[in-house]
Nanobody, 123 residues
Framework: QVQLVESGGGLVQAGDSLRLSCRASGGTFNTYTMGWFRQAPGKEREFVAS???????NYADSVKGRLTIARDNARYTVYLEMFSLKPEDTAFYYC?????????????????WGQGTQVTVSS
């Protein structure tokens, strides 16, 4: 059983940067592909980025160039660096884990989920 705990969310202004963290426990971290998803008010949850256990990354087209996903296997942590934030980035951000996954954008591939962290970007 893998537990995931996100942190780093908050209220920022448009153009600011923010780094989200997700710490894992209960599994062998370097065998899990990690993903970030987000859900804006009134919308369905959507894929943001993933980093495979091989460190291959995958990004949603809407965030390419503004967000960077990285992992620190020694710390059992995956990060989401967000730059030039826009009001449309406002959402609840979730971390997810997929054992030996390919980095899919489909949330059904991810078995373990964190509780999420809120990011609010004001204009």
């Amino acid at each position: 059983q893998v537990q995931l705990v996100e942190s780093g969310g908050g209220l920022v202004q448009a153009g600011d940067s923010l780094r989200l963290s997700c710490r894992a426990s209960g599994g062998t971290f370097n065998t899990y592909t990690m993903g970030w998803f987000r859900q804006a008010p009134g919308k369905e949850r959507e894929f943001v980025a993933s980093i495979a256990y091989t460190s291959t990354t995958n990004y949603a087209d809407s965030v390419k160039g503004r967000l960077t996903i990285a992992r620190d296997n020694a710390r059992y942590t995956v990060y989401l660096e967000m730059f030039s934030l826009k009001p449309e980035d406002t959402a609840f951000y979730y971390c997810a884990a997929d054992y030996l996954g390919t980095g899919s954008a489909s949330e059904s591939n991810y078995k373990y989920w964190g509780q999420g962290t809120q990011v609010t970007v004001s204009s």
